[in-house]
């Protein structure tokens, strides 16, 4: 059986220092916690 990995950049939010993953195949996400948009 196949193994398939996503990578994931882990970056903190510069607002409220909240742990996020960063996904891959975005520039643009939004946190969670706060809701400020940040720019991959």
């Known amino acids: 059986m ?3 990995t ?3 950049k ?3 939010c510069p607002k409220c ?3 996020l993953p960063e ?3 975005c520039s643009f996400f ?3 916690g706060c ?3 940040l720019c991959g």
Request: with cysteine; net charge neutral; aromatic share 0%.
């Open 2 to 4: 196949a193994e398939s």
């Open 6 to 8: 996503i990578e994931v």
């Open 10 to 12: 882990l970056v903190r």
């Open 17 to 19: 220092k909240n742990l």
């Open 23 to 25: 996904p891959k195949d």
């Open 30 to 32: 939004q946190c969670g």
């Open 35 to 37: 809701g400020t948009v």
